[in-house]
C-alpha cells in the first residue's frame, strides 16, 4: 500500500483565491511527522510545513495551513489568497517516528495560478 | 545561511559507466538523505548518512553507494549506469540527533541523464 496518497494530478485556481491540496496517508506508527513541499520548475524542494502526530492544532505558515484530520489519516494542505508565484508541484511527505530517517513522498499535485 | 549545495547541477553519461556526484549540508546540519525523482513522480528515499555511516537504506540496489565525510558532505555514486536511472537526484540535510521535528532541507538536485 502506499503509504501517502495525492489524488489530485492537477489543480487550478484563481489568482486571490483559496484552494485545497489533498492528501491521505497510511502508517500504524503512532508517532509520525507530516511534510508539505513545494517544488517549482527548478527542481528545489522547498519546505512549507510540518505537522506531527500529537500536535492538537491545525500547523500554520502564513498562507499556508494544514486541515489535519487523524482518525481520516489525512493531512490536507490549504493555500490562502493564491499568487502566480504559487504555480508548482506540491508534495505531500510522511516521516514515521518523530526524527529522522526516510521520508515518504507522494506522486504530487500540480496547482496552476490562472490571473 | 548557506542552504544544501549540490554539484554538478546537470550530467550526461552513457549505459555503464559511473557517476559522482556531490552534495553539502546546509550549516549546522549533519545528516544527509539521498533522493531519486524519476520524471513525473515523487522523490524515492536511496539511503542516509549519519556520524559518515549509512543508516538507512531504501530499495535501491548495491550499484547506488555513498559516502559521508568528516565535514558532514556526501557523495552518492552509481556505478554501472543504466537509462532507467535517469532521473533528478535531490539531497537533503536536517539535524539527525533527535530532535523533532526533524525537517530534511533539499537542494537543487543534479539531472542525471543516461543515454
Known amino acids: 500500500a502506499q503509504k501517502i496518497t495525492q489524488t489530485q494530478p492537477g489543480m487550478f485556481v484563481q489568482e486571490k483565491e483559496a484552494v485545497t491540496l489533498d492528501c491521505t496517508y497510511d502508517?500504524?506508527?503512532?508517532?509520525?511527522?507530516l511534510f508539505w513541499y513545494k517544488q517549482p520548475s527548478s527542481g528545489e524542494m522547498i519546505f512549507l510545513i510540518y505537522?506531527?502526530?500529537?500536535?492538537?492544532q491545525n500547523a500554520t505558515e502564513g498562507r499556508y495551513s494544514l486541515n489535519f484530520q487523524k482518525a481520516r489519516k489525512s493531512a490536507n494542505l490549504v493555500i490562502s489568497a493564491s499568487q502566480l508565484g504559487d504555480s508548482a508541484m506540491y508534495f505531500c511527505?510522511?516521516?514515521?517516528?518523530?526524527?529522522?530517517?526516510?521520508?515518504?513522498f507522494g506522486t504530487g499535485t500540480s496547482l496552476t495560478v490562472i490571473p | 545561511d548557506a542552504g544544501v549545495t549540490q554539484s554538478p547541477t546537470h550530467l550526461i553519461k552513457t549505459r555503464g559507466q559511473q557517476v559522482t556526484l556531490r552534495c553539502s549540508p546546509k550549516?549546522?546540519?549533519?545528516?544527509v538523505s539521498w533522493y531519486q525523482q524519476a520524471l513525473g513522480q515523487g522523490p524515492q528515499f536511496i539511503f542516509q548518512?549519519?556520524?559518515?555511516?549509512?543508516?538507512q537504506r531504501g530499495n535501491f540496489p548495491d550499484r547506488f553507494s555513498g559516502h559521508q565525510f568528516p565535514n558532514y558532505s556526501s557523495e552518492l555514486n552509481v556505478n554501472a549506469l543504466l537509462l532507467g536511472d535517469s532521473a533528478l537526484y535531490l539531497c537533503?540535510?536536517?539535524f539527525g540527533t533527535g530532535s523533532s521535528p526533524d525537517t530534511q532541507y533539499f537542494g537543487p538536485g543534479t539531472r542525471l541523464t543516461v543515454l
Open positions: 537533503a540535510s536536517s
Open positions: 502508517t500504524s506508527d503512532q508517532s509520525y511527522g
Open positions: 505537522q506531527g502526530s500529537y500536535d492538537e
Open positions: 511527505a510522511m516521516r514515521e517516528g518523530l526524527t529522522g530517517n526516510q521520508f515518504y
Open positions: 550549516s549546522g546540519h549533519d545528516t
Open positions: 548518512y549519519y556520524e559518515e555511516e549509512e543508516r
